[in-house]
């Protein structure tokens, strides 16, 4: 018995864990520093070639 309630008070710690991240208002403005960072650095140095663009748009999809 002292095992399973281990175990269950382990699996709900995790489950606690996972649910816990709500983006904030300093997560929301660090990502738009970095999108706008990465808009100069195109303006500055495009991409060379079309599958270079295809990456940073699907890096951009992701929000990477």
Same mark, same amino acid.
């Not at 175990?7 to 709900?12: E, F, G, I, Y």
């Not at 904030?24 to 990502?31: S, Y």
């Given at each position: 018995m002292r095992i399973s309630l281990l175990?269950?008070?382990? +699996?709900?710690?995790m489950v606690g864990l996972a649910a816990c991240h709500q983006e904030?208002?300093?997560?929301?403005?660090? @990502?738009n520093l !970095?999108? +706008?960072?990465?808009s100069?650095?195109?303006?500055?140095n495009p991409p060379q070639g079309p599958v270079e663009s295809a990456g @940073?748009?699907? !890096?951009? +999809?992701?929000g990477r």
């Open positions: 175990t269950a008070t382990a +699996a709900l710690m904030g208002p300093a997560e929301r403005a660090g @990502r !970095d999108n +706008a960072g990465q100069v650095s195109d303006a500055v @940073r748009k699907v !890096d951009r +999809a992701l």
